[in-house]
């Protein structure tokens, strides 16, 4: 491939004009691409948020790409963050740093995971490193944007309006849902009520003023302005609309207030835990965002003033089992199992003693730690698999005695099992009284054990009357 051409490509990523590269290199014989080319494509796809096409493209070169490439798992690492493999991502990410530590981009993206998983001291800890590295590239990403909030003008609050009318239907009622007053430039929301018709049976909440702060997409470097929409059971009064669903405008404002002070971004696929429920009459304690338009035959765009659009995202409430099941699994995974396991009016409307889609995941058990409040605690190298009983994950006790046995599988299962110490015969006949989770998750319900994680297979302890742990010696 001749230089020229490079430089052109290169010219159109400095603009932005990502797409243009695709068609550009897709027009090229399968022969005449490189690695640099191939990178290039992986990017700019990964840059249309076409991830999946990227990870498939970096796939085609992975034979040929050296062990030290550092280009090759950075698009990796990006494409996979895309798709919010949280735990992929950061591996690729350390595999450049191991390459070269001194490259800030790896660094970077550690930052935007750990930002997203809520990790704040592992956040803290990259960043540090990033702003050493290039303290310009961290402060463009996550520096203090507050001077450059965006509101709507009175025109682009206008055209909003026009917009919900025309696709969402006639506006019976709007509930204000004031920004808060102790915040620095605060901007109100407001949660229009859209009543059942002959074309939608279910009333509809609609968000005015979440985009009046416009959030900077971090994967495309493109503005990003959403409102967001629920959907309601058509069984209601207006009066019970009210009452019953004032915690959607709730969290509306919450997260314009997140977007709007917390310099971030939503899009399709993301999901929010509050760790607990979000509302006394209702369990679901997390959501999960998705386009409101996705299913739709057109795709009719509102555009505010300086031709930036607006994207509508519908609020899907989850379980906690049901948020575990997405950050384990994908985004997809979860709208998969949405469907298989759920009516579609259950899915389509927020019903709010709708069935657990996920409850089968455990038997229906309640941790007795929330699996979403669940810290990263320990950094385990090898099989982190582990065996412990409801006693201590669902009754709270502590662990009373730890064994490390010979693994049953040594890529996933690390041999250790933990018990409360009052469990009987009978108890532990039934097999439904145990779980397969990670060491960090136990190490969640007692701290106490970690010290003794690292001790090899044959070792047991248990715990004595002063609440210390004893090496258990078998006389047998």
């Not at 990964?46 to 280009?71: M, N, R, V």
């Not at 998705?290 to 899907?316: A, G, M």
């Not at 009373?400 to 996933?412: A, C, L, S, V």
């Not at 969640?444 to 690292?454: K, R, T």
Request: net charge negative; aromatic share 12%; proline share 3%.
């Amino acid at each position: 491939m001749d230089n020229e051409f490079l430089y052109e490509m290169d010219e159109l990523m400095n603009e932005g004009k990502f797409s243009e590269v695709v068609e550009r290199i897709r027009e090229l014989d399968e022969e005449e691409l490189g690695i640099e080319l191939h990178l290039m494509l992986a990017h700019a796809l990964s840059q249309c948020a076409k991830y999946h096409e990227a990870i498939s493209t970096l796939k085609d070169i992975e034979e040929e790409t050296s062990d030290d490439d550092i280009g090759y798992h950075l698009e990796m690492a990006g494409a996979l963050f895309g798709l919010h493999h949280y735990r992929a991502a950061v591996k690729e990410a350390k595999t450049c740093i191991e390459i070269d530590e001194t490259c800030v981009e790896p660094w970077l993206l550690l930052c935007l995971v750990y930002q997203e998983t809520g990790e704040e001291n592992k956040f803290d800890h990259a960043s540090q490193i990033a702003k050493e590295l290039d303290e310009d590239a961290w402060n463009n990403i996550f520096g203090d944007r507050s001077d450059e909030l965006e509101f709507y003008s009175e025109n682009d609050a206008c055209i909003v309006a026009a917009f919900i009318s025309k696709h969402f239907g006639r506006i019976a009622d709007v509930l204000a849902v004031p920004g808060d007053e102790c915040r620095e430039n605060p901007h109100s929301i407001n949660c229009l009520i859209i009543k059942p018709d002959e074309t939608n049976d279910f009333y509809k909440l609609v968000s005015v003023g979440i985009g009046a702060y416009s959030g900077t997409d971090k994967n495309t470097g493109q503005i990003h302005r959403i409102e967001m929409a629920a959907f309601l059971p058509s069984y209601y009064s207006m009066d019970d609309i009210k009452e019953k669903f004032s915690w959607i405008a709730k969290i509306m404002r919450q997260f314009g207030e997140m977007l709007q002070f917390e310099k971030s971004w939503l899009a399709a696929g993301h999901s929010i835990s509050y760790g607990e429920p979000m509302d006394e009459s209702v369990g679901y304690n997390g959501v999960i965002f998705n386009d409101v338009f996705v299913d739709t035959p057109y795709r009719d765009k509102c555009i505010v003033e300086n031709n930036e659009e607006v994207s509508f995202l519908r609020i899907i409430p989850l379980y906690e089992e049901e948020m575990m099941y997405k950050i384990n699994n994908g985004h997809n995974a979860l709208f998969n199992r949405l469907v298989e396991k759920l009516e579609p009016e259950e899915i389509d409307v927020i019903i709010p003693e709708r069935p657990n889609s996920c409850a089968a995941e455990n038997g229906g058990k309640k941790w007795a730690i929330p699996r979403s409040s669940i810290e990263q605690m320990i950094e385990w190298n090898g099989a982190d698999g582990c065996y412990a009983t409801d006693k201590i994950t669902v009754d709270g006790f502590r662990v009373g005695f730890m064994i490390r046995e010979k693994p049953d599988n040594d890529k996933f299962d690390s041999g250790w099992r933990f018990f409360a110490g009052n469990e009987d015969d009978e108890y532990m006949s039934d097999v439904s009284h145990s779980e397969i989770f990670s060491l960090n998750t136990i190490c969640n319900f007692d701290p106490d054990i970690i010290e003794y994680l690292e001790k090899p297979v044959g070792s047991a302890y248990y715990r004595d009357s002063s609440g210390v742990f004893r090496r258990y010696k078998n006389r047998g």
